[in-house]
């Protein structure tokens, strides 16, 4: 009993409190605050695809257009642009896709210390209660496929994009935390080289 | 979308990620097509569920599973064979083969995206009309035949190929639909399943095994087809065939050669026969072999070999069509008539005039400042167009002769362009530019084309001869925002200067266009996307000049940039403006460069290092345009 009644108290309170902190901080804060967090998270992920954005595959560019292609669209992504001569394929879906819901959030908690460590110097206490929520954000997926010596080497890089459009004058949110980052490259490969495995035999 | 009509259909509204389904297309044996709503980009589509009513059937909860335990490997394996349809149409981006748009699980089955495309079916087709004439079976079989040819050369056969399978667009252009029997074809020693269309399916489809089967297959579903457009009905099954070949039944195949006998050209039906021999190895082993004979008594100008839009509604009275440029798969001998022989000859005095009076003008006004009409590609044969000699303020022209063609005297409209419902191809364009060029360009003659069997089948020399230098081409090419007339619909309607070719011109230095003079088939398609661009019509643009851009045209490439970042929201794409800029600046495209640089703003650096290597990377694709007469943009 007194659980369900402070519960929504607690949710008041906490709700009361973000508008406040949010009240607190100017435009420009926030948007200095936007700004930092791209820009951190950009070095994070600039550094993790450095390691881990492009892989190898013994195949031919074809195959693994094919393959990814299929691997993306069996992760929920619609494609955009493709075009195999060029050997790039680019396709989107609403956030959290691709990865799941309970991935997301997993993730995302992992990366929380560090968003509210960028953004803190703007915004001050009400860094501790921002979340990193999917809404409103599509997961954008580029992928490239290049004729290497050995095979295909495929690169991938992944990007957010805001479905309503920036205010004038605001960054838009461009980078995705490096957790996230991680877990969807992993997820994207490891679907990749199954769907390669099972492709039409030679 | 009526549950009476199709009891195991999803009802209409149901949502699939985000596709709202708003009714059944069709129900086959492997399962249901819906027409669709695609949300996200705002147009219908065509969605395909794996349900095959024998083995499977739909839960409450709109799940599909297989009746019986026993029957669940069979469901699986089928299921895995759809995904694979999937991905085998996935392999293909061609305008005559069904463009598969994504695939997705769901439902405990699979569901495959592909284009809506509005039109009827070759069978309904033939069901009104009984028979076609060969010009409108040969506009409607040869497109296929390109595609299919594709489809061979990566290794997979269609195995179903019937009048059903073929769907003719509204605007007269013809698509390969079903690709759900489709698999590699070489090197699978997997058993197949039977999937035979009586009539359609040759013998080795009933008793053979996987390594008996290929693209002969497909030629004797492609002949029982055009049989069945000659005679009005099918072919016998081939096993019924068989038999009456043993003398077991009476029944025997009367041939094409006797059924279409004066309504047809006899080696057109003769090749329909060679098609539908029960033996596979009796049949022609490629497309191109059946191409060949198909063509063989085709004089040029009378059926094209690519003329897609005269098929849905063909004028009564439709004059000679002007060929494109042959390319090397649609070649014909090209027979020498009497009067094409003199027109020929003539063509040839006056060409050699020309190339005198070019070479008078080349040395008196140096060459390097010559400006010349016109240049095709190396894969347009030497095809010359013999038009009147434009002046230009240093050169009059250069003519080849070693082959001519000329143009029919066909009425520019703008109707041409806008008679599509749906955008048009680069290719259609470029096609549609050629046939629609204004009858004040060319020469009055009745249309007729000849092709030198020599240059013909050996596109190497023609090619050395009249290949001009890109690089230089494209310097000297019009920048994308000049101030050239609107073209597109508007191209075709206007005054176009004629064309002439540089072929046997020794040209010791760089070939320059005239831009004020000759305007190319492919220029004017160009021309059409860049109208289509100012328009607005982003989409139109990107899909006109696609093929012109990665055929090497910068600038095409740069259009097409400019169309990418111009494109409706979910279609917009910084990453391919910034590599099509790329692409063209490295041609030389002047001003590319800085519209790269200003893309590359709104890239991560990520993206940036994958669009560089794109660009280090990209090759021209001759071949990703059919070549049009005065083509000068092949690289």
Redo the contacts between chains.
Sequence with gaps: MRLAAAKPLRTLGFAFLLLLLAACASDAEKISAINALNQGFRVEYEKLLAEKGTRLFKTTREDAFVAMRVALAQLGMQTEQQDMALGHLAVAAAAPLPLSDDEWRSASQLDLPLLRRLIQPYVGAAANFVQFEPQGLDVVINATFLDATAGTEVSLTVRLRERAPPRSGWPRRDYVAPHLVTVGLEKIFATFERELKAGPQR | MTEVDFPDALPAGSRL??YVLERVLGQGGFGITYLAHDT?LDRPVAIKEYLPAEIARRRSDASAWPHSDTLAKRYAWGL?RF??E???L??F?HPNIVRV?????ANNTAYMVMRFEEGEDLATQLERRGTLPQRQLTDCLLPILDGLELVHG??FIHRDIKPENIYVRRDGTPVLLDFGSAR?S???AKTLTILVAPGYAPLEQYYGDASTQGPWTDIYGLGATCYRAIAGRAPLDAVARAKGVLGSVRETLAPATEVGRGRYDEAFLAAVDRSLQLSETDRPQTIADWRRDLLADAPRGRVSAEAPASFAAPPPTQPPRVEPAPSSTHESAGRSEGPRSRWRAGALVGGLLSVGVALWAFGRFGGSASNVSVLPSASSVATTALPRIEASPSLSALTSTSTSMSAPPVAATSAAFAATSAPPTAAEVAKTAVAAAPAAARPTKPAEVTTSPTSARNPQVAGRVTKPPAQVLEAAAPAMSSTRAETGSASAAAPTPSIAVTAAVPSPSPVQVDTTGARSARDQAIDAGEAALRRGDANAAAQML?PLA?AGASRAQALLARAQETRPA??R?D??AY?WYGIAARNGHAGAQAQRERVGAKL????IR??D??IE??KP?PE?VPATPGDRTAP
């Design positions: 990620h985000w996200n895995e995904l694979l999937a991905r085998t996935a392999r981006d748009l994504s695939v997705f699980e990566a290794g590699q070489f090197g699978s696609a990665a979910a279609q794409s990453f391919e590599v991560q650096p990520a993206e994958q669009a290597q794109i990377r990209w694709r990703a």
